[in-house]
Structures are given as structure tokens and as C-alpha cells.
């Protein structure tokens, strides 16, 4: 899978004085739409922000808060947190935006764990894109019971 080019949006919530190197990952849904989302994490009167939004089909990556920046989203676990919000229902998905960490996760040259956001947003896209299939698959399921059941009206009226 080609990954979309991540755009950049600056959010100004972060800690802008501190850096920090991420021992975790968080992947949030948004329960609501990609450029909510954004318009959300970009104004300074929320006080809130992720590293990354992607959008429910997987077609693009924002990039909020730089890497080396602690992003404000939770507020015990913000420090040395990666976050990583899918925007839409994700849950469906999760599973399969879960299986890209192993990948994400390696030991750099000093010893420490070091954390890879490319694996991470390849499988929440391929995890996207799995709940869009079933998406439309639910969905003429529904076209054929409501053309049945229209069916049966018509021959029972």
C-alpha cells in the first residue's frame, strides 16, 4: 500500500518547551469527521491535539503536532505519547489498525525503543479501508431486504 503525503497543520496545542522521546501509542477515534477534527485540534481554545488525523477513507494524513512535541490528548498519558486520531466510527477497525505496531516498534542504536509512525498509519488506513468494504457490503444488504421486502408488499397488499 502507497501511503497519501502527510500535510502539515500546525495545531498550538502542545508543549512547545518540552521535547520528549515516545514510549507509547495512542490511536484515538475522532467519532466525527476528518476536518472537524482538524478545525478542532487548530484552535488554541480547545486544548487539545493529536500527532496525526487520518481521514475515514485513508485518502489523507495531517500531521498537527511535530514528533518531538508532546501533543495534548490525554492528559495522564500526554508525555512520551505518540497519538494517532482516525477520524469517523473507527471501531470496527481497530483490530486491523492494531497489527501495524509490531512493525512500528525497534530498538535504535542506543538501546531504547524507538517508534515508527509509518507502519502505525499504513495499518489504520488498510484498517479504514477493511471498514469501508464492509461498510458497502452492509449496505446492499440493506438495498436487497428493503427491494424483498418491497416485493412482498406489493404482492400482499
Known amino acids: 500500500m502507497i501511503l497519501p503525503a502527510l500535510k502539515w497543520r500546525p495545531s498550538p496545542n502542545f508543549y512547545a518547551d518540552r521535547t520528549v522521546a515516545h514510549s507509547r501509542l495512542i490511536v484515538h477515534d475522532t467519532e466525527g469527521g476528518y476536518a472537524g477534527a482538524i478545525a478542532t485540534f487548530a484552535n488554541a481554545h480547545s486544548e487539545v491535539s493529536a500527532h496525526f488525523v487520518l481521514k475515514e477513507d485513508g485518502s489523507e494524513i495531517t500531521q498537527m503536532v511535530p514528533l518531538?512535541?508532546?501533543?495534548?490528548?490525554?492528559?495522564?498519558?500526554?508525555?512520551?505519547?505518540?497519538?494517532?486520531?482516525?477520524?469517523?466510527?473507527?471501531?470496527a477497525s481497530s483490530d486491523a489498525r492494531l497489527k501495524g505496531i509490531p512493525e512500528a516498534i525497534a530498538t535504535g542504536p542506543d538501546g531504547y525503543l524507538?517508534?515508527?509512525?509509518?507502519?502505525?498509519?499504513?495499518?489504520?488506513?488498510?484498517?479504514?479501508?477493511?471498514?469501508?468494504?464492509?461498510?458497502?457490503?452492509?449496505?446492499?444488504?440493506?438495498?436487497?431486504?428493503?427491494?424483498?421486502?418491497?416485493?412482498?408488499?406489493?404482492?400482499?397488499p
Open 68 to 91: 518531538t512535541r508532546i501533543a495534548w490528548h490525554v492528559k495522564a498519558f500526554n508525555a512520551g505519547t505518540l497519538v494517532t486520531d482516525a477520524s469517523g466510527n473507527v471501531t
Open 114 to 156: 524507538t517508534l515508527a509512525e509509518r507502519p502505525i498509519l499504513a495499518a489504520t488506513v488498510n484498517g479504514l479501508l477493511d471498514l469501508n468494504t464492509r461498510e458497502e457490503a452492509l449496505q446492499a444488504a440493506n438495498d436487497n431486504l428493503r427491494a424483498e421486502f418491497e416485493a412482498y408488499r406489493a404482492a400482499h
